[in-house]
T-cell receptor, first 112, second 115 residues
Framework: RKEVEQDPGPFNVPEGATVAFNCTYSNSASQSFFWYRQDCRKEPKLLMSVYSSGNEDGRFTAQLNRASQYISLLIRDSKLSDSATYLCVVKGEGTGFQKLVFGTGTRLLVSP | DTAVSQTPKYLVTQMGNDKSIKCEQNLGHDTMYWYKQDSKKFLKIMFSYNNKELIINETVPNRFSPKSPDKAHLNLHINSLELGDSAVYFC??????????????FGNGTRLTVT
């Protein structure tokens, strides 16, 4: 099983739609989870951390399900500018110092 | 006042050459990384340094040699470049700590093309 798995998409949605991505991870001991966003030919940028109780930042909501080992990202009222690849990131297995493992990303295309 | 800067942005070179990529961060972080993003967009860690000490070394060919002269700099030297080394190389930094991880801040990448 890969350490972090995501559906590559693309997810094609109209402006204003609500869209959700899931990501599964293998390290049951991980305490650290993030969502990053990567635009075409740009560096990944932190979108939000994911907390145990779930957290919200404007139109974005992140959830963690430890029992099933997945995290999710919900985007409400999609904007054209949300078009990007969303990377799920989890602290990897077997190391004290952090080794953040990236999923392959889910591509989102928001159309007018 | 760029937080993580790496140079060059583009690097085109022939097989067999040796090249270096430089990275500097002004965030005061104590941990720096090199990640490789291949043509399938998979972002994979290569190395990590904490306070100039190598702490993560993934299964990377020994043609790749990182060097950290101080905690604000992490350079990557690649010997005998091969076609398969073509990728985007990202430098990153974080305030590293045991246990809970802190988020990474990335440089804008070096697009390496080996011909």
């Amino acid at each position: 099983r890969k350490e972090v798995e995501q559906d590559p998409g693309p997810f094609n949605v109209p402006e204003g739609a609500t869209v959700a991505f899931n990501c599964t991870y293998s390290n049951s001991a991980s305490q650290s989870f993030f969502w990053y966003r990567q635009d075409c030919r740009k560096e990944p940028k932190l979108l939000m951390s994911v907390y145990s109780s779930g957290n919200e930042d404007g139109r974005f909501t992140a959830q963690l399900n430890r029992a099933s080992q997945y995290i999710s990202l919900l985007i409400r009222d999609s904007k054209l500018s949300d078009s990007a690849t969303y990377l799920c990131v989890v602290k990897g297995e077997g190391t004290g110092f952090q080794k953040l493992v990236f999923g392959t990303g889910t591509r989102l295309l928001v159309s007018p | 006042d760029t937080a993580v800067s790496q140079t060059p942005k583009y690097l085109v070179t022939q097989m067999g050459n040796d090249k270096s990529i430089k990275c500097e961060q002004n965030l005061g972080h104590d941990t720096m990384y090199w990640y490789k993003q291949d043509s399938k967009k998979f972002l994979k860690i290569m190395f990590s340094y904490n306070n100039k000490e190598l702490i993560i070394n993934e299964t990377v060919p020994n043609r790749f040699s990182p060097k950290s002269p101080d905690k604000a700099h992490l350079n990557l030297h690649i010997n005998s470049l091969e076609l398969g080394d073509s990728a985007v190389y990202f430098c990153a930094s974080s305030q590293g700590q045991l246990g809970t991880a802190s988020p990474l801040h990335f440089g804008n990448g070096t697009r390496l093309t080996v011909t």
